[in-house]
């Protein structure tokens, strides 16, 4: 005899069986963990970006004339993505096994110290960057002209006083404001898991202290 | 979230959720997610609830909402999830009832569009046209139009081993 879709589903959920609900136990264990595979893949393209990049300043550095300088600025970016690779190390060391609000904060201290490391480190790359740039480009373009134009007195090494002055303010600018302009720029690839990291803390705390 | 909160407010409800994240999953695994991300979705939204309906339709409300939120990030990630074709191993799966009908019935509801399994659910669960057709913004007669059809397309999903 034929049923109808009506008596199925009336006659399946007679069974109590059928409507055993899930535990919510471990209710972060998975997010916790995809958050961070997440992080983790994000920081690894952010890593490689990084070092491909590297090859520019090289490249660059070649055509100009000026390698040594290019072989600078392209070390100290393959030194930011060799720090990585270290502190990437350690993240996949954190222990999975404990339970997810242990392992979220792991990564949360992980993440602040990688941070601070490399606010430090780029302490002395954004200014490197700036002076280095300027090298470049005084060495390759601006070299000849400046020494037909300016009378001897007022270069030093051939670069113009006030314009040596103004790099040396720019990079100490750079140097002092490393963190909030690493800071920057982390929240414009990140900003968006940070966030998310953020609420994902909250909620736990709050979901811990309401057992 | 803590057990007095999931045992007044949600215990209770929990049949309409199962039955809900049944309808929007194909395996165990998924189907457990979906129902801890609902009932995480109703502690979170708690405060949210206005009583200007019963808290079981703003649970149903929002169980679906969340269900069909999921389904569309997981679309950006899987293809074919709700395509006509399941691939045999979470066909598999998805038996996940002993009542062999309402599991083939529930693969059938699987293969109807998102809006359309969450109409024929609280169709089945025997809620009225007037109810329904208020918590999608339709008219009765329209949502009874509607039954209609997805009631034929579900006969065809079942062969014809209904009536």
Redesign the interface.
């Given at each position: 005899m034929?049923?109808?879709?009506?008596s199925?589903?009336k006659?399946?959920?007679i069974?109590q069986?059928?409507?055993?609900?899930?535990k919510?136990n471990a209710?972060y264990e998975?997010k916790s963990i995809n958050f961070v595979d997440k992080f983790i893949r994000d920081f690894k393209i952010n890593l490689w970006a990084i070092g491909v990049f590297a090859f520019g300043p090289l490249f660059l550095g070649l055509v100009g004339n000026v390698l040594g300088l290019g072989m600078i600025l392209s070390l100290s970016l393959w030194y930011l993505v060799y720090y990585g690779q270290k502190k990437l190390k350690v993240l996949k060391g954190l222990e999975k096994t404990n339970t997810s609000y242990d392992y979220i904060k792991q990564f949360d201290g992980w993440l602040k110290n990688t941070i601070n490391g490399y606010t430090k480190i780029y302490r002395f790359v954004y200014p490197l960057v700036l002076i280095i740039s300027t090298l470049c480009v005084w060495e390759t373009f601006l070299k000849q002209e400046i020494i037909n134009h300016y009378d001897s007195a007022s270069l030093i090494w051939g670069i113009p006083k006030m314009g040596l002055i103004m790099v040396a303010i720019g990079a100490v600018l750079l140097s002092v404001f490393a963190r909030k302009i690493y800071y920057f720029d982390m929240n414009l690839v990140y900003g968006s898991q940070f966030k998310k990291l953020r609420e994902m803390i909250a909620?736990m705390e709050e979901?811990r202290n309401?057992? | 979230?803590?057990?007095d909160?999931?045992t007044t407010y949600i215990?209770p409800h929990?049949?309409i959720?199962?039955?809900i994240c049944r309808a929007y999953t194909n395996t165990q695994e998924d189907?457990?997610?979906y129902?801890?991300e609902v009932?995480?979705q109703i502690w979170?939204s708690k405060d949210n609830f206005q009583q200007k309906s019963d808290w079981s339709t703003w649970v149903y409300r929002l169980a679906v909402n969340v269900c069909l939120t999921l389904l569309k990030k997981k679309k950006n990630n899987v293809q074919n999830f709700a395509s006509d074709y399941l691939p045999p191993e979470m066909e598999e799966e998805s038996k996940a009832?002993?009542?062999e009908?309402?599991s083939l019935?529930y693969d059938a509801i699987r293969k109807l569009s998102e809006i359309d399994r969450a109409i024929i659910l609280l169709y089945?669960e025997e809620k009225s046209y007037q109810e329904i057709a208020e918590t999608f913004n339709a008219t009765s007669n329209n949502i009874g139009v509607r039954i209609k059809r997805i009631?034929e397309r579900?006969?065809k999903l079942?062969h014809g081993?209904?009536?």
């Open positions: 034929e049923k109808s879709i009506e199925i589903w006659k399946g959920f069974n069986e059928a409507l055993v609900a899930p919510i209710l998975k909620e979901l309401e057992e | 979230m803590s057990s909160f999931y215990q929990s049949g959720i199962i039955k189907f457990e997610d129902y801890q009932c995480l979170r009832f002993q009542d009908d309402l019935l089945l009631k579900l006969k079942l081993k209904v009536n």
